[in-house]
């Protein structure tokens, strides 16, 4: 990390750069598609891209799907992260600073 350089904390209290741009959304239920996340996150900011995996399984076994979202700014990624717990697809949905 560069000298000065500060780290702000994602939701499953692990550091993200504090100019981290990438939401991680997970929880997603399988199937789901692109506009059902940007219409999720749109009024946040403005979206870059979307990255989804289809085949994740939960830690549980269950089906899961999970996404990566990148945005124009740090602060529209924060504001995205207030988002969590939002329902997609009947599931609640998590969002955090993606840490990769």
């Known amino acids: 990390m560069e000298e000065g350089s500060k780290v702000t904390r994602g939701t499953v209290g692990r550091s993200a750069p504090v100019d981290c741009r990438t ?41 899961s799907s999970f996404a990566h979202v990148d945005f124009e700014t740090h602060e529209q990624a924060l504001r995205a992260i207030e988002l969590r717990g939002q329902d997609v697809g009947g599931r609640s949905v998590g969002l955090t600073m993606s840490h990769a």
Not at 45 to 61: C, E, F, H, Y
């Open 23 to 63: 939401v991680f959304v997970y929880n997603l239920p399988p199937g789901t598609e692109e506009e059902e996340i940007r219409s999720l996150l749109e009024g946040c900011g403005n979206i870059q891209g979307v990255r989804i995996n289809q085949t994740a399984i939960s830690r549980t076994g269950i089906p």
